[in-house]
């Protein structure tokens, strides 16, 4: 590999570490600074006093701050995320548990907003100043424009409540596998439906750019059918560019994962959060926010990975004589 | 008054495309409606009347009434003084905050600027919603925890455009004489620095206004932004999801006016920006 | 002397620009003689690579005025639809461009590069047997190694090497009319001797004519058979190259080579006092009286046409006859 991409993708591998322990710091402080008494503020009204003090001692809350900050440190590297403040179970199993619904979720979006966003992008860079372009840019824009939740209670509206085609609320029975492809099916739309105008503008103006690069007048002068340049060339000259930005946009992703299970209340980490939230559960949350921080930046690292894949300029060395 | 040209000249060139005549129409009435919303507004938001819930549209109440029986336009209106509120407030800390950070980082030794530029990168890429209920778990919900989020979210926008606004201007010659001439950081900055970074920056501005109208809406729809009784767009939709079987018209309402705003605000800010970047004027 | 190739009559070309409709090319009358290689010479400016972009029809989309006739071998190539014209590109026609370093994609490898050009000629032959006659060419063009070279991407060549690429996909496509758009310009002046050499030595491989674009007298004097000059959009002399440029018969070939020889030939750009007539505001008369210094008031209003001025030998100057 390169000396340069080396030290590139060794630079993103320190910042990644440096945001998760950032975010570690953050719900640390979070936790430390909160005012008042912190066990009535974290665990809620609804804690006996005998619990609270329980918890203050297993928390360490008595102790002094560099301790419960090495406490807490060494505690999320081993993997303990603390205990749940209603149930008792380890935060990390209930995390986990619920960790396939959002995966499912958002992976299941991206690649339904990729498999149709890519495609009316091409076309409307190809049949660019048509009225057809023209739409699909408006449209395009009105699906950024819209929040995924907003479009998720309008299709739950149209679709479940109105039509009653496809279920309401939940993720389906466990053991139907049926039954859980026909619950996904409105939250995912939900969720692509913004991504596919974003991606389709992206890909557009990509192409656009890329269509107008020397490399593939050459392939036209050379008779190339157009067929070709477009999809075999041209696109994957394009991918680099929209790859770079969808990286970037993994943090609204998330964002709107969250919202649209709550809508939908579908279980998923999203709405692990919230309702440990509306109960004050702050081990929960705080466990939860650290897990989903670790998933943005992994995510993120791969998205920066694959750049080597298909941009050879990265992988081998330089120019030989 | 000399300034006032060129600000006429891009509006009608705004104005001379579709999307972006839409855009600007929309800004116009939601503005308006933020701005003069006790006169526009037909009853009191918040005068409930129970005995009424869920009326459909009719004379006396246009959009028809929420589960409270409460003017749903009257509600809808105060929402747009709220999201406006929220957008503007939001904006000009994140506008503060992330000039004064851009500018800090072209001056600062590279070291310095590197740890300001990951700073950057590190916020604008993060889930800040998930960050926020974090953060929102610890203080509660609030309306000035709406504006710190979203402020800190957009920070980097600005910080960055301000940032190179000020490299290419350190190099500008007229800049070189002053400092021979003796002035200062701070007259520097104020008569020359900031003068010139403030068009891109309100371009910028106008494009990240549905960004914290978005932020709003979703932490107030969650119960962890405005409180209610407030009549923000995001609760409102709440509110209407809450009883969506009784009565679709609040949510259909609420959101369509969430929806449009950001809509009109988005188009908008992008028509400005085609006018006043020229290059991509030339594109077209 | 056989029937030109190519025959280009009366070959005007615009386009719309932000300041107005500049005339590129206006009226051009040449001929590219069969098995010869014609070099093309001018100034930046003077159309000569939009000359070769009208021979392969590979236009910018603000081009609003394509006229006149590109005779070619019996058909009139500005009278083609585009489907017709593709099946002419990679095929009877083939470009090698200035820049090596962009005309290649750098996310494909230089063996799939040249396995689609020479599919145009052998459609669906398979990629193994592309690929050996890929490997032939490259060796045909001294590229050392080509086995390895194919599958390499482009930025791991060296410019010159590039260029041999870019060659090597021409000749490959086997075409009757090669252009070789300033191809040596982007290169070190000891690589541009290399592949001027590379190319006088193919010239007996390729059964056609090649057009050498350049703003370098010298190359095209080692290389061309004849020669053509451009100023302005308009062609101002063309001949036999040897006789040309020694003796000239327009003003601004005597002005380019007076400028040749005071430099000490590194290729560096030929600069005469004035500047390049602006396309969007042509002069009425002659296009290079502004700078011309043995204009004449006849010369600002009445434009010269391209005329026989002896045996082969053509120039667009009122006074051609007594420039000898």
């Not at chain 1, 609320?169 to 996904?184: F, I």
């Not at chain 1, 392939?219 to 999809?231: C, K």
């Not at chain 3, 000749?171 to 191809?183: C, K, V």
Request: hydrophobic share 50%; aromatic share 6%; net charge neutral.
């Amino acid at each position: 590999m390169r000396a340069e991409t080396a030290r590139y993708l060794a630079s993103r591998l320190v910042t990644s570490a440096l945001i998760v322990l950032g975010a570690m710091l953050l719900l640390f402080a979070l936790s430390a600074l909160v005012p008042g008494d912190p066990a009535v503020t974290l665990l809620g009204p609804q804690a006996t006093p005998e619990f609270a003090r329980q918890f203050i001692r297993e928390m360490g809350l008595d102790r002094p701050l560099h301790e419960r900050l090495w406490l807490f440190l060494t505690n999320v590297l081993t993997g303990n995320l603390g205990t749940d403040v209603l149930s008792g179970r380890p935060v990390a199993g209930m995390v986990l548990s619920v960790m396939p619904y959002t995966f499912v979720l958002t992976f299941g979006a991206i690649g339904l907003a990729v498999l149709l966003g890519v495609p009316l992008g091409v076309f409307a860079a190809t049949h660019r100043g048509s009225l057809a372009d023209n739409v699909l840019a408006f449209i395009s824009v009105a699906f950024i424009a819209v929040p995924s939740f907003v479009v998720a209670i309008l299709l739950l509206l149209v679709f479940s409540i109105w039509l009653n085609w496809l279920p309401v609320l939940g993720a389906g029975n466990a053991d139907d596998l049926w039954d859980q492809a026909r619950r996904l099916i409105l939250p995912m739309a939900a969720l692509a439906i913004g991504w596919v105008g974003f991606i389709a503008r992206l890909v557009r103006s990509s192409m656009l750019e890329v269509m107008a690069e020397p490399h593939i007048r050459t392939m036209r002068a050379y008779g190339i059918p157009e067929r070709l340049v477009t999809y075999k060339y041209a696109l994957k000259n394009a991918c680099i560019p929209t790859i770079a930005l969808l990286g970037m946009g993994v943090g609204r992703l998330l964002g709107g994962a969250v919202l649209v299970e709550i809508v939908f209340a579908r279980p998923g980490l999203g709405r692990l959060i919230f309702d440990a939230l509306s109960v004050r559960n702050f081990p929960v949350v705080q466990g939860a926010v650290l897990v989903v921080v670790v998933l943005f930046v992994v995510v993120n690292l791969l998205v920066d990975l694959s750049y080597s894949a298909i941009d050879p300029r990265m992988r081998r060395g330089g120019a030989a004589k | 008054m000399t300034a006032l040209r060129p600000l006429v000249q891009v509006l009608r060139q705004v104005c001379g495309t579709v999307p972006g005549a839409l855009g600007f129409a929309i800004v116009l009435v939601v503005l308006g409606a933020a701005i003069f919303a006790p006169w526009v507004a037909t009853h009191d938001p918040d005068r409930l009347d129970i005995m009424n819930r869920f009326a459909a549209p009719s004379a006396a109440h246009w959009l028809g009434t929420d589960h409270l029986g409460r003017d749903l336009y009257s509600r809808l209106v105060h929402g747009a003084s709220i999201a406006m509120a929220v957008a503007l407030s939001a904006i000009a800390a994140a506008l503060t905050a992330g000039t004064l950070l851009g500018i800090l980082a072209a001056w600062m030794p590279p070291r310095g600027e590197a740890a300001v530029l990951i700073l950057f990168d590190v916020i604008s890429s993060f889930p800040s919603l998930v960050l926020a209920l974090a953060i929102v778990a610890v203080f509660g919900p609030s309306t000035f925890m709406v504006v710190v989020i979203a402020g800190i979210t957009l920070t980097p926008h600005f910080g960055r455009v301000a940032r190179a606004q000020v490299l290419t201007l350190r190099s500008a010659p007229f800049l070189e004489a002053e400092r021979i001439l003796g002035a200062g950081l701070p007259r520097i900055v104020f008569r020359h620095i900031l003068p010139n970074i403030m068009g891109p920056l309100i371009v910028l501005a106008s494009m990240d206004i549905p960004v914290v109208i978005t932020i709003e809406a979703g932490l107030s729809f969650l119960g962890l932004g405005v409180r209610p009784p407030l009549a923000s767009w995001g609760v409102l939709i709440q509110d209407g999801y809450q009883y969506l079987s009784d009565s679709w018209v609040p949510v259909v309402v609420s959101s369509a006016a969430l929806a449009v705003a950001t809509l009109g605000f988005t188009l908008f800010g992008e028509a400005l920006r085609d006018a006043v970047d020229p290059r991509i004027r030339q594109e077209r | 002397m056989t029937a030109p190739l190519v025959s280009i009559r009366g070959l005007t070309l615009e386009a719309r620009t932000a300041r107005g409709t500049a005339r590129i090319l206006s009226d051009i009358d040449l001929d590219i003689g069969r098995g010869r290689i014609l070099g093309i010479v001018g100034e930046s400016g003077s159309g000569k690579s939009s000359l070769a972009s009208c021979l392969l029809r590979l236009l910018p989309a603000n081009v609003t005025r394509l006229d006149g006739v590109v005779d070619f071998a019996g058909t009139n190539l500005l009278a083609l639809d585009e489907p017709a014209m593709a099946a002419w590109r990679g095929t009877r026609i083939a470009m090698i461009f200035q820049d090596p370093m962009t005309a290649l994609n750098p996310l494909f490898t230089i063996g799939t590069h040249l396995v689609d050009v020479i599919r145009r000629r052998t459609p669906g032959l398979p990629r193994r047997d592309a690929l050996t006659r890929a490997e032939a060419m490259l060796e045909r063009v001294a590229i050392a190694d080509p086995a390895q070279r194919l599958a390499s991407y482009p930025h791991e060549l060296s410019g010159g090497m590039r260029q041999r690429v870019m060659i090597a996909m021409a000749l490959l496509a086997g075409p009757e009319l090669l252009l070789a758009d300033e191809p040596t310009t982007a290169l070190d002046a000891t690589v541009e001797a290399q592949i001027v050499a590379l190319l006088e030595e193919l010239r007996r491989d390729i059964d056609g004519s090649i057009v050498f674009i350049s703003h370098h007298l010298g190359l095209v004097a080692q290389l061309c058979d004849d020669i053509c000059v451009m100023y302005g959009g308009t062609v101002v002399e063309t001949g036999p190259v040897a006789e040309v440029l020694a003796a000239p018969r327009h003003p601004y070939t005597r002005a380019l080579l007076a400028c040749e020889i005071d430099q000490d030939d590194s290729g560096r750009l030929i600069s005469i006092a004035g500047e390049v007539p602006d396309p969007i505001a042509r002069p009425p008369g002659c296009v290079f009286a502004p700078r011309c210094d043995r204009a004449e008031p006849r010369c600002r209003s009445e434009a010269p046409v391209l005329r026989v001025v002896a045996p082969d030998r053509r120039s667009a100057c009122h006074f051609a006859e007594t420039l000898a």
